[in-house]
């Protein structure tokens, strides 16, 4: 049977990679490029506990809640900087944090005058979340809350961060676009994903260190701008983690190392209804663009 893209439907697609877990593909009538998985069921069981302390190179962390424990801190205050001094969200504003594993992020958002709470698929996760930290992370997947009318339905965030989580997505731009029904009048969503099109892929080829089993896309930034638009939101600013540290120069060793050493990260601002202020430290980013 033909492959066919799963964003836009096309039989114009072209092999890339040929995995042990399954094949990259490019589609030739839209700007994505996808993992056919080998093995065809659902990626949701995927995540748990195990996920967090993994010996997959191609799947989860190796040591997320152990050695890796206060570099993951250190970045969850790294994303507090750019919320806060990046983004300009005012104190106390509301913030949705989807995948949020054991709460790092939601937990300096709230030590930092947020009102913040998260989502996880895994109940084990959610439930050691508010025993470590005391953050709320509901244990449902973004898909389910967005089925779980006595949960989001009073729900009004002035932003829902999605990091280094659209690539997990099943569907990514149904989700965005459902996602837009949680935000408050001038909401906004903030993603992180790893950027296809960069030095680091070009360099790695088949080594690529983002090819694994649980990332079913891989977002250049025309696709990444492409998904946004499609799910009902503008672009407010797509940049590299080089960017950010231009304008951001408080962003830790730790940011610098991941973002700038290890990894190649994209980050993009969408907003659903143009009301939102974006802070003035990030406007000439976006004027750039």
């Avoid at 790294?78 to 913030?95: H, S």
């Avoid at 913040?116 to 005391?134: H, K, N, Q, T």
């Avoid at 967005?146 to 149904?174: G, K, Q, Y």
């Amino acid at each position: 049977m033909r492959p066919t893209c799963k964003y836009c439907g096309s039989q114009a697609v072209e092999p890339l990679h040929l995995l042990s877990f399954g094949e990259i593909l490019r589609c030739g009538n839209c700007p994505m490029v996808f993992l056919v998985p080998s093995d065809c069921r659902s990626t949701g069981s995927l995540y748990g506990l195990h996920y967090f302390a993994s010996q997959d190179a191609r799947f989860g962390y190796r040591d997320y809640l152990g050695a890796e424990l206060a570099e993951r801190r250190c970045l969850a205050r790294d994303f507090v900087t750019i919320i806060r001094d990046g983004i300009g969200l005012e104190p106390e504003a509301t913030v949705l944090d989807v995948g949020a594993g054991p709460g790092l992020f939601v937990s300096a958002c709230n030590a930092a005058g947020y009102k913040a709470e998260g989502l996880d698929r895994a109940p084990e996760v959610a439930a050691l979340a508010i025993e470590r930290s005391a953050a709320k992370v509901h244990p449902f997947s973004i898909e389910a809350y967005l089925r779980t009318p006595p949960i989001n339905s009073a729900a009004r965030f002035s932003l829902v961060t999605f990091f280094d989580v659209v690539e997990h997505l099943e569907e990514p731009a149904d989700v965005l676009r459902r996602t837009r029904q949680l935000l408050g009048k001038g909401g906004a969503v903030l993603l992180t994903t790893p950027r296809f099109d960069g030095d680091l892929y070009r360099s790695q080829g088949d080594d690529y260190v983002q090819f694994k089993r649980d990332h079913l896309w891989h977002f250049s930034q025309t696709g990444l701008q492409r998904l946004l638009a499609d799910s009902g939101f503008s672009t407010s600013w797509i940049c590299s983690a080089q960017d950010l540290v231009q304008v951001l120069p408080g962003l830790s060793r730790s940011f610098h190392e991941k973002y700038l050493v290890r990894r190649d990260h994209l980050f993009a601002l969408g907003t659903a209804d143009g009301a939102f202020v974006c802070g003035r430290r990030m406007q000439a980013v976006a004027q750039k663009q």
